[in-house]
């Protein structure tokens, strides 16, 4: 399965949803980005795509199927257990950091409070995931 110059972002707080999408145009990101607003539509969308994101951003506290769960079925899929998957959250729960990095997140990051330090971190983000750091590429 090969990955694409998209951005699965699975938010379910609408508030930080649309800030994150805005932080991502304000950073030029050419990317097309999917949402998903729960577990269950984040996993939906991976495990029905030809090919994958290039980077998921997951929050952990997500309706239906939470951020964790979600994070272990991808990663428990040969297909798609390379997917970058960086976890977005206001928890800064020591348990949560531990159990994301034990299932395989790449990256970790609390969701700053102020607007301008959230834009900001979601926008170099998505620069590196999608200019700086060099994919995989993924076959079927």
């Not at 729960?38 to 199927?65: Q, S």
């Not at 299932?103 to 607007?115: C, D, H, Q, T, W």
């Amino acid at each position: 399965m090969a990955m694409q110059a998209t951005i699965l972002l699975v938010e379910d707080n609408p508030d930080d949803e649309r800030l994150a999408v805005r932080a991502l145009r304000r950073a030029n990101i050419s990317a097309e980005i999917l949402i998903a607003r729960n577990g269950e539509e984040a996993l939906a969308t991976v495990f029905n795509v030809n090919c994958l994101p290039i980077v998921m951003i997951l929050d952990l506290k997500l309706p239906k199927i939470d951020g964790l769960d979600v994070l272990r079925a991808i990663r428990s899929n040969a297909q798609t257990r390379l997917l970058p998957v960086v976890i977005l959250t206001s928890s800064s729960e020591q348990r949560d950091i531990i159990d994301s990095y034990d299932l395989g997140a790449n990256s970790y990051v609390r969701k700053p409070i102020e607007f301008d330090r959230f834009t900001d971190a979601v926008g170099q983000l998505a620069i590196y995931w999608t200019s700086i750091n060099e994919p995989i590429t993924l076959e079927r």
